[in-house]
């Protein structure tokens, strides 16, 4: 889409146009979110884990699952964030609301994750260690 005044302009729909729109928004929300690169941080940190200490297939598509449901919850975050701001630019009760509510949103699955993951990593990490 291309801003023309207050108005955007739709492209023509293609898949290398759809996929381009959308690594624009994970490149704005990644240069502009720290959260969104700690996320990231995260990702790498728990794949390079899966690898060394040999996580199952199973293990394996459950981290691929909540690294995506916690990135993408970040990225929708950032959408109510931005629609907020645009639609309500001075301090508003209720667009403090909707912004803490989403952030919270990202947070709950964010935590789901973390003990999903010490669920499934902290045994692998004590028998990796030599503790159990």
Known sequence: MKLIGRRYKKDKKTVQGTLKNALEGIIYT???EINLRIHFLATVIVL???YILEASLLEWII?????????????????????????????????????????GAVLVVAITAAIIGLIIFLPKVLVFIGVV
Do not use: Q, R, W
């Open 48 to 50: 390079i884990g899966c």
């Open 63 to 103: 981290c691929l699952l909540l690294i995506g449901l916690v990135i993408s919850f970040e990225l929708i975050n950032t959408v109510v964030e931005v629609i907020v701001d645009m639609v309500e630019p001075h301090y508003n009760p209720l667009a403090k609301i909707a912004k803490d509510t989403a952030s």
């Open 30 to 32: 990644f240069n502009t």
